[in-house]
T-cell receptor, first 111, second 114 residues
């Protein structure tokens, strides 16, 4: 099926550092969504993007919907220990109802 | 409170038995989705439904079945034909199917087949 390529696969950073992760695809998306998942829990929505070029912030998080509608990135500024978790990108595929996910980025933050 | 509820949180079954996972939402969402997550992996789409009485196969539908008789409910049956059913199953819902809006998840059901 269609794929979202998410990178990096994992990151181990120092508290206070900024983090950047991205997703790319060969398909076009109507919506890009970014989620955080804690162990054993369902993913929690962080940011939703609806328009090409859109840049949206949620506290220390900033995400952008790529101009081509085929990519998106998420930045986390000044990381803190509670940012630890798995971050997923997801997109609603154009002209279908499918919502597909990237493979996830595992973030570890060293105090 | 509005939300999406999956039950049970943990489920154990013997090999060869069918098992049905429940997913209910009171968000008045049109679309509902089922995903499977294996350890250290991303979410893979099993089935999705945009309206009542209609659903489509996702990327890994073999060995699974669903129904959408009510807007609020989208149960998933893991059949004996599923070769490796032990996994974490997640249900989600969103307001519109094709247009795409925010999707929200339940807490998941961890299925273990022994």
């Amino acid at each position: 099926g269609q794929q979202l390529n998410q990178s990096p696969q994992s990151m181990f950073i120092q508290e206070g550092e900024d983090v950047s992760m991205n997703c790319t695809s060969s398909s076009i998306f109507n919506t890009w969504l970014w989620y955080k998942q804690d162990p054993g829990e369902g993913p929690v929505l962080l940011i939703a993007l609806y328009k090409a070029g859109e840049l949206t912030s949620n506290g220390r998080l900033t995400a952008q919907f790529g101009i081509t509608r085929k990519d998106s990135f998420l930045n986390i500024s000044a990381s803190i220990p509670s940012d630890v978790g798995i971050y997923f990108c997801a997109g609603h595929l154009r002209n279908t109802g499918k919502l597909i996910f990237g493979q996830g980025t595992t973030l570890q933050v060293k105090p | 409170d509005g939300g999406i509820t999956q039950s049970p949180k943990y489920l154990f079954r013997k090999e060869g038995q069918n098992v049905t996972l429940s997913c209910e939402q009171n968000l008045n969402h049109d679309a509902m989705y089922w995903y499977r997550q294996d350890p250290g992996q991303g979410l893979r789409l099993i089935y999705y439904s945009q309206i009542v009485n209609d659903f489509q196969k996702g990327d890994i539908a073999e060995g699974y079945s669903v129904s959408r008789e009510k807007k609020e409910s989208f149960p998933l049956t893991v059949t004996s034909a599923q070769k490796n059913p032990t996994a974490f199953y997640l249900c989600a819902s969103s307001l519109f199917g094709q247009g795409g809006t925010e999707a929200f998840f339940g807490q998941g059901t961890r299925l273990t087949v022994v």
